[in-house]
C-alpha cells in the first residue's frame, strides 16, 4: 500500500528520517496510509480534505474509528491514538464527535479520559450548563469513576487558579460541586481537602469537612498506611482549626465571598488519589 506524507515545513526529507525524528501520525484515508506532522494535525488534515474533496464526515468516521482500535496497516511505533483524541475537536465540533467524546468519557478507557476531557471542553468552555452535564459524568458510579472524578476536579483547581476568564459564578458552582461530593468520595478526598483549604479558608473548622472526616473513618479499614496517616494529619489540622475558629456550616454566602477573595497559588505538583 502506498504512503502519502503531508509535509507543511518546506522541508523534503525522507520518510524514514521524519519517523526517528519527529511524532508522526499515520491513518489509512481511501487506502492511502497518510502520514500527518503530530503538531501540525489538523492544518495538515484539513490541508489533505481539500486537495482531496473528502467530505468531513467521512474523515470524522475514520477518525473515531482510528482512536477505538488500531487498524491493522499501521505499526504500533506510529499508532497514535490519544494525539488524535486530544485534536479530534479542534477538526471538527459536530454532534457526531460530541457524542463520541461523550461516550468515551463514560466507557471504562481511564487512560483516554484527561485528552477526551480536554476535548469536551474545547468544545464546551467551562459555563453553567456545562457544570450540569459535567455533575453527570462526577455522579457515575463504576471501576473508573475515581479517575474520571479525578480528572474533572483536577479542571476545576486549574481553572480557578489560571483562568482569568472565569466568572466568580462559575468559581462558585465549582467549589460547590467538589463540596456535594466531598463525603462520598473514598478516593479524592485528600485533593479535594487541600484545594478546598486553600480556596475556601473557612473550609477548615466547617461541619463539611468534619462531615468528610467521618465518612472516611467509617472506611479506615479500606485505606493504607499512607492513607491513614494522610487522614490523620488532616484531623489534627481540623482539630486545630475548630480550638481557634467556631465550627461552622458553609453557606452560600461564605463560598461566593471567599472565593471572589480568593487569590491563586502559585503551581504545585499534582496530589495523588488512592487507587484501590
Known amino acids: 500500500m502506498k504512503k502519502c506524507l503531508i ?3 518546506g522541508i523534503l526529507i525522507s520518510s524514514i528520517t521524519l519517523k526517528a525524528s519527529i511524532k508522526l501520525i499515520e491513518i489509512p484515508i481511501r487506502g492511502t496510509n497518510v502520514v500527518f506532522n503530530a503538531p501540525n494535525f489538523v492544518q495538515e ?14 474523515i470524522e468516521d475514520i477518525l473515531i474509528a482510528y482512536i477505538n482500535q488500531k487498524p491493522e496497516n499501521v505499526s504500533d511505533e506510529i499508532y497514535y491514538p490519544k494525539e488524535v483524541l486530544q485534536r479530534v475537536s479542534r477538526f471538527s465540533q459536530s454532534d457526531k464527535i460530541v457524542l463520541f467524546l461523550d461516550s468515551i468519557i463514560k466507557s471504562n478507557k481511564s487512560n483516554f479520559y484527561y485528552r477526551s476531557i480536554n476535548a469536551f471542553l474545547y468544545i464546551s468552555p467551562f459555563s453553567l ?24 476536579y483536577n479542571k476545576f483547581s486549574y481553572a480557578i487558579d489560571r483562568n482569568e476568564t472565569l466568572s466568580v459564578d462559575i468559581k462558585f458552582e465549582m467549589i460547590k460541586l ?3 461530593y466531598l463525603s462520598s468520595d473514598l478516593y479524592n478526598w485528600r485533593f479535594l481537602d487541600q484545594e478546598l483549604c486553600e480556596k475556601i479558608p473557612s473550609y477548615r473548622h466547617s461541619i463539611q469537612r468534619k462531615n468528610m472526616i467521618e465518612y472516611i473513618q467509617t472506611n479506615e479499614t479500606s485505606l493504607n498506611e499512607w492513607q491513614k496517616g494522610e487522614l490523620t494529619k488532616i484531623l489534627d489540622a481540623f482539630n486545630s482549626a475548630i480550638k481557634e475558629k467556631s465550627l461552622i456550616n458553609l453557606t452560600d454566602e461564605i463560598i461566593k465571598e471567599e472565593i471572589n477573595a480568593y487569590v491563586p497559588v502559585p503551581p504545585k505538583q499534582g496530589i495523588g488519589i488512592w487507587e484501590p
Do not use: A, C, G, W
Open 7 to 9: 509535509i507543511l515545513t
Open 45 to 58: 488534515l484539513n490541508t489533505y480534505i481539500i486537495s482531496y474533496d473528502i467530505p468531513i464526515e467521512e
Open 178 to 180: 467538589m463540596l456535594k
Open 129 to 152: 450548563d456545562n457544570l450540569v452535564k459535567i455533575e453527570e459524568y462526577i455522579k457515575l458510579n463504576d471501576e473508573t469513576s475515581y479517575i474520571r472524578r479525578s480528572e474533572f
